[in-house]
């Protein structure tokens, strides 16, 4: 299987920034569609938002003006950037990965996930 990796995670205050990276194993990065998602403490896993193999977007209504996905296939790493965060996005985050050509916004649809990264907003 595909080993994900996510970094980039800390402390933040309050409208700054910070930038996530999923670093992948293996040779076929550039098939899948990869996804983030978030884990609130005692909530539910949600999706941040998706991008496929030839740059198409999804995001969150919470992440729309705010959040930015970006690839690089060379490199195989995905990239999450937060914009002007809230204390309610603190969470973990977590990078996963399906071989296909589509948007998926479901956890079942991702077999491959990465350990997650803790991003903690203060206010």
């Known amino acids: 299987q595909v080993q994900l990796v996510e970094s980039g995670g800390g402390l933040v205050q309050a409208g700054g920034s910070v930038r996530l990276s999923c670093a992948a194993s293996?040779?076929?990065?550039?098939?899948?569609?990869m996804g983030w998602f978030r884990r609130a403490p005692g909530k539910e896993r949600e999706l941040v938002g998706s991008?496929?193999?030839?740059?198409?977007?999804y995001y969150a209504d919470f992440g729309k003006g705010r959040f930015t996905i970006s690839r690089d296939n060379a490199e195989n790493t995905v990239y999450l950037q937060m914009n002007n965060l809230k204390p309610e996005d603190t969470a973990v985050y977590y990078c996963?990965?399906?071989?296909?050509?589509?948007?998926?916004?479901?956890?079942?649809?991702?077999?491959?996930w990465g350990q997650g990264t803790q991003v903690t907003v203060s206010s």
């Open positions: 996963a990965a399906v071989q296909g050509r589509a948007i998926q916004r479901e956890e079942y649809r991702y077999p491959y």
């Open positions: 991008m496929t193999r030839s740059g198409a977007t």
């Open positions: 293996g040779n076929s990065f550039s098939t899948y569609t």
